[in-house]
Nanobody, 120 residues
Framework: QVQLVESGGGSVQPGGALRLSCAAS????????MGWYRQAPGKEREAVATITDGGRPFYLDSVKGRFTLSRDGTKNMVYLQMDSLKSDDTAVYYC??????????????WGQGTLVTVSP
């Protein structure tokens, strides 16, 4: 069974930085799409940064220039470098991965979530 394991969350002051990591365990295939979503209290879950094989990374407008998404070229691992953090970045961050098995369906996985708190 494949699981997404996250690490790197924590509490920082505004202007600080964190690096989130996500690894897929026991996978026999490559996830074509991997990235990060987040959900703040009282708000909908939103895509923060994602990347799909053959394309450019997607970034939420509010994090462009501050966050950088990358992934290991040979493994199912993805990273999110978060710089110049703001209070509005406070949320639970979830790793996401998708593998298109066929035209008829796909495998989608979510991590358990890691809390990022930005406050004075």
């Amino acid at each position: 069974q494949v699981q997404l394991v996250e690490s790197g969350g924590g509490s920082v002051q505004p202007g600080g930085a964190l690096r989130l990591s996500c690894a897929a365990s026991a996978s026999r295939f490559r996830f074509e799409t991997m990235g990060w979503y987040r959900q703040a209290p009282g708000k909908e879950r939103e895509a923060v940064a994602t990347i799909t094989d053959g394309g450019r990374p997607f970034y939420l407008d509010s994090v462009k220039g501050r966050f950088t998404l990358s992934r290991d070229g040979t493994k199912n691992m993805v990273y999110l470098q978060m710089d110049s953090l703001k209070s509005d970045d406070t949320a639970v961050y979830y790793c996401y991965a998708k593998h298109q098995v066929s035209i008829e369906g796909a495998v989608q996985l979510w991590g358990q979530g890691t809390l990022v708190t930005v406050s004075p």
